[in-house]
């Protein structure tokens, strides 16, 4: 107990120190978005009852390159920890989320916390989060030919806290949730302010998946993400997910995102019970097939704790 306590307070400062250096404008990208392909392997990020949910002191990292070839085009970062506490009941989680794209930089920083009720076989997680989303955005480094307009001439920075809940069942066959990212909206005016917009253009996300297994050394994990938004002006988005898990060593998927008519190959290598790797490419195949390269993405997942074992390996 006495060694998750010190990571959790090495992991805040680290948490600070980006944070100081980076921060987020949602107004355009919101960081609440699961904007990741490989979301499915860190719950935490879509959703704060998640936390906990993998019986250990899970720690999870990745990098995102958006549209490769383009210029400025945006990186993400993400660096999230959750574990289940010695009561078995309650679970802490941490989020730090870091995005740059053209000339605004920006942070999101969200605390979790999750209480999990034992049903039978299965377990019910019902979680909080609560943090903060940074915007910094300094267009006084462009280099204007005519003479520099006001809106150029320096950075605009905001500060904009919020809120989010989710529930979340799930045993070693399947699991099902939903949660509302975050409830708090902002609006930016055409003088730059950002205000407190209504408390009714939240969007609701459900993810559902099942574990299928042929043989002990093939298996079959399908899901399912769907994002609604309460605001008419944004379309539904879902994702389709699938899996092949062989010898619990190689997780080769795909996923189809209709959004943003996006086809995403998926490789994961669980090197260890404690480690993985993965890696992804999205390819896409709408309007915007002609111009950009697709994206990249790679992630580290690295777990502490006794049940984490080669003998009972988490797949949700």
């Given at each position: 107990m ?15 120190g ?25 719950g ?16 999870f ?62 377990r ?47 045993n ?23 205000s ?30 769907v ?60 309007k ?29």
């Amino acid at each position: 107990m006495g060694n998750r306590v010190l990571i959790f307070i090495l992991f805040l400062l680290t948490g600070a120190g980006l944070s100081a250096q980076t921060a987020t404008d949602p107004i355009k990208i919101s960081l609440a978005y699961p904007v990741y392909s490989q979301y499915l392997q860190n719950g935490l990020l879509i959703n704060p009852a998640y936390a906990g949910s993998r019986e250990a002191l899970s720690l999870f990292a990745s990098y995102r390159k958006q549209w490769l070839g383009v210029d400025r085009a945006p990186t993400y970062q993400s660096l999230s920890m959750h574990s289940l506490l010695k009561n078995n009941h309650v679970a802490l989680g941490l989020t730090l989320q870091t995005l740059q794209y053209g000339y605004t930089k920006g942070t999101s920083v969200y605390a979790d916390y999750a209480y999990h009720i034992t049903v039978g076989k299965s377990r019910l997680s019902m979680g909080l989060k609560a943090g903060f989303d940074m915007a910094n955005s300094d267009y006084s480094g462009i280099n204007l030919i005519y003479t520099p307009d006001e809106a150029f001439a320096g950075a605009n920075k905001y500060f904009m806290p919020n809120v989010g809940a989710g529930v979340y069942f799930y045993n070693n066959k399947f699991f099902i949730g939903a949660a509302v990212p975050t409830f708090l909206s902002y609006e930016k005016s055409s003088g730059g302010k950002v205000s407190l917009g209504t408390f009714t253009q939240f969007d609701v996300q459900a993810t559902a998946g099942a574990l299928i297994k042929f043989a002990d050394e093939f298996k079959f994990k399908p899901s399912v993400f769907v994002d609604y938004s309460l605001d008419k002006t944004k379309d539904m988005r879902i994702d389709l997910n699938a899996n092949f898990i062989i010898c619990d060593l190689i997780w080769i998927g795909g996923s189809w995102r209709n959004s943003e008519k996006v086809a995403v190959g998926i490789l994961q290598v669980q090197v260890s019970p404690q480690m993985m790797f993965g890696f992804s490419y999205d390819y896409p195949v709408g309007k915007g097939s002609t111009y950009p390269k697709g994206s990249v993405e790679g992630s580290l997942r690295y777990e502490f704790g006794y049940k984490v074992t080669a003998a009972n390996p988490r797949y949700f």
